[in-house]
């Protein structure tokens, strides 16, 4: 497991308001068409009379891409800005404000959950989220949880790199300077304890958590902790796209392309992704995917 965090000069962590802001419903919806994984299992694994919840939905890229497709569906999420959106898109579209760890819905309610990339993001650890979806869900219910995953090039790569990185005070300096650089903002910083302020001579910064990436059987382990059997496994990034790499563009941002969207490449990424994909899909790609059933009996 790897654990990673974000400097920001907002004592609040604004990831997802950031994140909402600067993207449009539209552009979710295109990223359905080359995100094969999850478009596979729903429609192999999901029958269109099935109760549904997308718990931490977002934007509902998937709650609309099933509704579309006659599915019944529901979509869960806390960020008021993707709600309004996704409501304002769709009126029809049944989506409701809600803590996933405590959704209002009773025992033995769905068919199926879907989680991408979502539980991730809790610093205790995603199993609260996952007994509280093995709680909604009825007897063989089934769950579709992607997570960020520790690649072949995180575990060798970028994993060593961030260890040294948020080891080293020094580096964490270099890096805070390097962004006051890029942002025309000169400073020197004063490194201190996680979720702390970085002391710079003019503006605070400061250290929040952002995810958890987890090796495939850390994710397989707490599913099976939580009261699920496994069914599938499979990588979950943009392979059926030439253009496109969550990993890559996640890991190595010099391979975006500029001005691009949906984590477009530039013409060496591109190379890049091609030549790893070709090898296998695993070794750059940002999620795994595990479709879970539930081992609850009928009562």
């Known amino acids: 497991m790897q654990k990673i965090i974000k400097i920001d000069n907002n004592k609040e962590c604004q990831l997802w308001e950031n994140l909402w802001s600067t993207r449009t ?28 919840i997308d718990a931490g939905c977002g934007f509902g890229k998937w709650v609309i891409y099933l509704y ?8 869960v999420d806390n960020n008021e800005l993707a709600i309004s959106e996704l409501r304002n898109y769709n009126p029809k579209i049944e989506i409701k404000f809600g803590d996933i760890l405590n959704l209002n819905f009773p025992d033995n309610h769905f068919d199926g959950y879907i989680s991408m990339g979502v539980v991730e ?8 989220a996952l007994k509280e979806a093995y709680r909604v869900l009825k007897p063989n ?18 994993g060593p790199m961030l260890k040294i990185s948020y080891s080293s005070p020094q580096i964490i300096d270099l890096l805070v300077k390097f962004r006051n650089f890029f942002f025309k903002k000169r400073s020197q910083s004063r490194h201190q304890n996680e979720e702390s302020n970085l002391n710079t001579k003019n503006i605070n910064y400061y250290i929040h958590f952002l995810e958890y990436r987890f090796t495939i059987s850390e994710l397989q382990d707490y599913l099976k902790q939580s009261g699920f059997e496994i069914i599938n496994t499979l990588p979950h990034d ?15 941002p010099m391979f975006r392309k500029k001005n691009g969207y949906n984590f477009e490449l530039n013409t060496i990424g591109k190379l890049i992704s091609r030549l790893l994909n070709w090898i296998s899909p695993w070794i750059a790609c940002a999620s795994v995917l595990c479709v879970a059933r539930s081992l609850k009996t009928k009562s």
């Open 25 to 52: 419903i539209e552009q979710e919806l295109e990223a359905c068409e080359i995100e094969w994984a999850p478009k596979l299992m729903f429609l192999k694994h999901l029958d269109k009379s099935d109760k549904i």
């Open 68 to 75: 579309n497709r006659g599915y019944n569906i529901i979509g």
């Open 121 to 128: 993001h809790f610093k205790g650890g995603p199993m609260e």
């Open 141 to 158: 219910g089934l769950i579709f949880l992607s997570t960020p995953t520790v690649n072949l090039i995180r575990k060798f790569i970028v």
């Open 238 to 252: 943009f392979p059926g796209s030439k253009n496109h790499g969550i990993g890559l563009s996640v890991d190595f």
